[in-house]
T-cell receptor, first 117, second 111 residues
Framework: AQTVTQSQPEMSVQEAETVTLSCTYDTSESDYYLFWYKQPPSRQMILVIRQEAYKQQNATENRFSVNFQKAAKSFSLKISDSQLGDAAMYFCAYRVLIYNQGGKLIFGQGTELSVKP | SQTIHQWPATLVQPVGSPLSLECTVEGTSNPNLYWYRQAAGRGLQLLFYSVGIGQISSEVPQNLSASRPQDRQFILSSKKLLLSDSGFYLC??????????FGPGTRLTVL
């Protein structure tokens, strides 16, 4: 079975600095998707970035980028120029691509990011 | 554009009472639908998913059930709530290879 592990329950970063959130996963599949979701205090789940496993190039969305290491099954999120609005819980997620699995997501336990002014 | 609704937003129920949470999606057809639960300070756990009307897959054995009476309606139910059913319930949908879109959630407290 697939699992997702986020080993950092809490992280802190100074405003305008860079922070990296770690995520590792376990799967026997060769094709899948990986995601980072942000959950602010409103508890709305917001997609931050998505990576297809077959793509070697790391995904980037403005200040957010990932370091995808397929062989190591690692998927870290880098936030550059951190802003106060980045403070939230961040979840790493894996999406199964097996046809009869319905595209379900498997989530890590989350990393609580605080941003210091 | 597509939108997803959940209600109620907040619910406080006594132990042993029934439960019905509703999720509806607008602006898409034949979506995959999902129910997740998030316990306090923890990640999301998939409870049920549905790939079509009347088709429900259960991920974990529990006190809850799900139904999909219409294409864009997904209902989470319980006949008798337990204290352990407390949590934040999120509905999500996906169409094709797109990402999952999440609803605003329902905060359930069982006393």
């Amino acid at each position: 079975a697939q699992t997702v592990t986020q080993s950092q329950p809490e992280m802190s970063v100074q405003e305008a600095e860079t922070v990296t959130l770690s995520c590792t996963y376990d799967t026997s599949e060769s094709d899948y998707y990986l995601f980072w979701y942000k959950q602010p205090p409103s508890r709305q789940m917001i997609l931050v970035i998505r990576q297809e496993a077959y793509k070697q190039q790391n995904a980037t969305e403005n200040r957010f980028s990932v370091n995808f290491q397929k062989a190591a099954k690692s998927f870290s999120l880098k936030i550059s120029d951190s802003q106060l609005g980045d403070a939230a819980m961040y979840f790493c997620a894996y999406r199964v691509l097996i046809y009869n699995q319905g595209g379900k997501l498997i989530f890590g336990q989350g990393t609580e990011l605080s941003v210091k002014p | 554009s597509q939108t997803i609704h959940q209600w109620p937003a907040t619910l406080v129920q006594p132990v042993g009472s029934p439960l019905s949470l509703e999720c509806t999606v607008e602006g898409t057809s034949n979506p995959n639908l999902y129910w997740y639960r998030q316990a306090a300070g923890r990640g999301l756990q998939l409870l049920f998913y549905s790939v079509g009307i009347g088709q429900i897959s259960s991920e974990v054995p529990q006190n809850l059930s799900a139904s999909r009476p219409q294409d864009r309606q997904f209902i989470l139910s319980s006949k008798k709530l337990l204290l352990s059913d407390s949590g934040f319930y999120l509905c999500a949908w996906k169409s094709g290879t797109s990402r999952q879109f999440f609803g605003p959630g329902t905060r359930l407290t069982v006393l």
